[in-house]
């Protein structure tokens, strides 16, 4: 079974520039989310997508990051302008059903974001 | 506010000894819980749950957790660390009235040859 799939592997960036990153889930599922991971701490999740409707973008910084899922299937995380503090992995997971509740997730190797 | 805290950032082991990684919870309905494992450079691996049922949850590699109510822990636990165990580990927790996964800040196991 293949997994999720994330591209770049790394990305070097300077302020103010803007990135995309492409996450490809594992096929048939239907929740997708973003996380982000900075250096000592615990994902933070970013934005969950249900097929491709948003069910939780609290904690996206609206102002500078986006994300979209066409068609239910792959997704994009874009961030513009970049922060120094937005330097950390980007990782993209996905589950097979609805809900969060009792599922494990299985996640991609990330995107390393480096924010000079 | 439901959160997780793994008290340790560290733990060392010599190989072949018992290891054991702690988490505690706070929710204000019944827990989910989860713990993941990060290999270097790697993503986030699911190791085992708890949903309901037996307290004592069995799951890869060898790793098991005991769900302790009366102390809201869910500790990390295996008989005999292997070098290869070595990784970040993280707990997380979710309400069953929420939807929302919150991690913990994860712990850092090295096992010593």
């Known amino acids: 079974e293949a997994g999720v799939a994330q591209s770049p592997r790394y990305k070097i960036i300077e302020k103010r520039q803007s990135v995309a990153f492409w996450c490809n889930p594992i096929?048939?599922?239907?929740?997708l989310y973003w996380y982000q991971q900075i250096l000592g701490q615990g994902p933070k999740l970013l934005i969950q997508f249900q097929n491709n409707g948003v069910v939780d973008d609290s904690q996206l910084p609206k102002d500078r990051f986006s994300a979209e899922r066409l068609k239910g299937v792959d997704s994009t995380l874009k961030i513009q302008p970049a922060k120094l503090e937005d330097s950390a992995v980007y990782l993209c997971a996905s589950s097979l059903g609805q809900r969060t509740t009792n599922e494990k997730l299985f996640f991609g190797s990330g995107t390393q974001l480096s924010v000079l | 506010a439901q959160s997780v805290a793994q008290p340790e950032d560290q733990v060392n082991v010599a190989e072949g000894n018992p290891l054991t990684v702690k988490c505690t919870y706070s929710?204000?309905?019944?827990?989910?819980l989860f713990w993941y494992v990060q290999y270097p450079n790697r993503g986030l691996q699911f190791l085992l749950k708890?949903?309901?049922?037996d307290n004592l949850v069995k799951g890869s590699y060898g790793f098991e957790a005991e769900f302790n109510k009366s102390q809201t822990s869910f500790h990390l636990k295996k008989p005999s660390a292997l070098v290869s165990d070595s990784a970040l580990y993280f707990c997380a927790v979710i309400e069953d009235s929420n939807y929302q996964l919150i991690w913990g800040a994860g712990t850092k196991l090295i096992i010593k040859p």
């Open positions: 708890y949903i309901t049922g």
């Open positions: 929710v204000s309905g019944n827990p989910y």
């Open positions: 096929s048939g599922h239907a929740t």
